[in-house]
Every structure is written in structure tokens, then in C-alpha cells.
Nanobody
Framework: QVQLVESGGGLVQAGGSLRLSCAAS????????MAWFRQAPGKEREFVAA????????YYADSVKGRFTISRDNAKNTVYLQMNSLKPEDTAVYYC?????????????????WGQGTQVTVSS
């Protein structure tokens, strides 16, 4: 497993933007498919976006499609989530996740490495 640390969360007005970063320790980052999940109070953790090991394939939840962009820089051991046109319903703790596989999963149970989460709050 790799150790994951999210950053970049904060408070933003509706319509604004944030970029989340997930820094991974270790020397095998490029072996991992990566994903972002989020969890709002009282709700289950839900899929947001995922990216393949080389960055060639990306997947998005319908709720964020067209607004969020996932990317990665394997040279920096970092995955990003660019969030534009933020809505109050995007408010949640955002988690970075990793799995050592060529397969890009969209379910929480498919990932075995998780970060601590970073809070994103969108005000109306």
C-alpha cells in the first residue's frame, strides 16, 4: 500500500473552484489506479472520479461530469481533482483512494488504500 495525504479543501462560494491534491508516498505510484470519493454528513461514501495508472482513462459520477476533472502526475506521485462550478451539494469530505491494478474501479470496496480526507464546503 501507499500512504495518501489529501490537501486543498476549504470554503468556497457556489460557482467557485477548488483544486484538491493527493500526495502519495512510496516508489510505485504508477502501479495504482486512483480515485476520489466523497462523503457528506449522514450519507454513504460515494464515487466522484477515477483515473487509470497512466492517466489515459478517466471516469466520473454523473453528478460531477463536466464540472470536475481528475488528473495525475506520476513524476510527482500526485493525483488532482479540479472542481469547477461548485454547488452546495458538493459539500463533503473528499477522500483519495488507490488500488494496485490496471482496472479502474468506481466502488469503495475496490480500493484498499485511503487518505484521511479533506473538507470541502460550498456556501450558497
Amino acid at each position: 500500500q501507499v500512504q495518501l495525504v489529501e490537501s486543498g479543501g476549504g470554503l468556497v462560494q457556489a460557482g467557485g473552484s477548488l483544486r484538491l491534491s493527493c500526495a502519495a508516498s512510496g516508489r510505485t505510484f504508477s502501479r495504482y489506479a486512483m480515485a476520489w470519493f466523497r462523503q457528506a454528513p449522514g450519507k454513504e461514501r460515494e464515487f466522484v472520479a477515477a483515473i487509470s495508472r497512466g492517466g489515459g482513462r478517466t471516469y466520473y459520477a454523473d453528478s460531477v461530469k463536466g464540472r470536475f476533472t481528475i488528473s495525475r502526475d506520476n513524476a510527482k506521485n500526485t493525483v488532482y481533482l479540479q472542481m469547477n462550478s461548485l454547488k452546495p451539494e458538493d459539500t463533503a469530505v473528499y477522500y483519495c483512494a488507490a488500488r494496485e491494478s490496471i482496472v479502474v474501479g468506481t466502488n469503495t470496496y475496490e480500493y484498499n488504500c485511503w487518505g484521511q480526507g479533506t473538507q470541502v464546503t460550498v456556501s450558497s
